[in-house]
Every structure is written in C-alpha cells, then in structure tokens.
C-alpha cells in the first residue's frame, strides 16, 4: 500500500467496503452524484469567514479550526453519523501521533443548526488501529468484496457500478 490513509478512507471503511476499495484505486463516480453537489456547495458556502480545509502531511484535512484546541468536520445529516464520527477520532489521532494533544473536535450539521462534540479515547486509538488494519487488508485485495446492500446504497454515487 503506497497511499496514506486518509478521513475519507476512515468514513469509506466504516461506510462501504467496496466503495473504499474504488476510491482507493481511483474508480471515481461521485462528480456527477446530486448528494456529492449539495455536500460541496454546502461546505463552500457554510462557515464562510472561516479558514477552511487546512490539509496536513497531504493526509488529513480538517474543514476549519475555529478556536485554539478544537478542530471542526462540517457534515449535510447525520444520517451516516458513526463515519464522520471516527472520520473525526482519526484527525484526532493523527495529531496525536504528530505531537498534537489537548485538541477536541466538533462535527457540525449547518442544515441542522446541530453540532457534536468528539473526544478520542484510549479505546478509541486501539479500535482506530484495527481499522488501519482493515483498510489495508481492504484496498490490497485484487478485487472488490461483494457489497452489502443497505438502505444507503439507493442514493450511493457507486450504485451502479455495484447493482447494475
């Protein structure tokens, strides 16, 4: 495995399997996906004074960092909400393994008028290493695995590729 893991493929690992193992190998089909659109106008026109998307290590980028100590992930629902949730825990960890402590994360919902606070455990740096695990035994298979349908895979910018 030559690429770094990133937040994306967190969220894709806990997501889709198949979907991280397409975006691992460069099979993209979410330029045309209407949820993609509303998800990058929604970032572009939320949290307009705020610096956003600070990249780091070319690895993880963090959609802004508002006050000193907390890091912020915006998001269009909650209706995958146990992705970004670790997709945040692995910003987190990956800090930490810079050197980075006393950080917090929030994840916000603009549509929503929500916000969730996101601290990152012990238990939680122990399961994040199982997924590094996972996603490399993922994304090293010569194929990818047969998919799960689940209620999400309706409006997935990878359905066709999976179902027809």
Same mark, same amino acid.
């Given at each position: 495995?030559?690429?770094? #893991?990133?937040?994306?493929?967190? %969220? %894709?690992?806990?997501? &889709?399997?198949?979907?991280?193992? %397409? ?19 929604? /970032?572009?026109? $939320? ?9 780091? =290590?070319? @690895? ?9 100590? #907390? +890091?912020?992930? @915006?998001?269009? $629902? ?10 945040? !825990?692995?910003? +987190? ?6 050197? @980075?402590? /006393?950080?917090?994360?929030? #994840?916000?919902? *603009? +549509? ?20 590094? /695990?996972? #996603? !490399?035994? @993922?994304? $090293?298979?010569?194929? *990818?695995?047969? *998919?799960?349908?689940?209620?999400? &895979? !309706?409006? &997935?910018?990878? %359905? =066709? +590729? &999976?179902?027809?």
């Amino acid at each position: 495995m030559e690429k770094a #893991i990133n937040g994306t493929m967190i %969220y %894709y690992y806990i997501v &889709c399997k198949r979907k991280l193992w %397409y975006f691992f190998h460069n099979i993209q089909m979410e330029q045309e996906n209407e949820n993609v659109k509303i998800g990058k106008i929604l /970032d572009e026109e $939320s949290y307009r004074r705020e610096e956003k998307h600070i990249t780091i =290590d070319n @690895v993880i980028s963090i959609d802004y960092i508002k006050q000193k100590g #907390i +890091l912020h992930e @915006v998001k269009k $629902s909650r209706k995958i909400e146990e992705a970004g949730i670790w997709q945040v !825990k692995y910003y +987190l960890y990956y800090l930490k393994q810079k050197g @980075v402590t /006393d950080i917090k994360a929030k #994840i916000d919902y *603009p +549509l929503l008028r929500q916000t969730l606070d996101v601290e990152l455990t012990l238990e939680d740096e122990v399961e994040i290493e199982h997924m590094l /695990d996972g #996603i !490399k035994k @993922v994304v $090293s298979e010569k194929i *990818p695995n047969i *998919p799960d349908k689940i209620k999400i &895979c !309706k409006s &997935c910018a990878y %359905y =066709d +590729l &999976c179902y027809i």
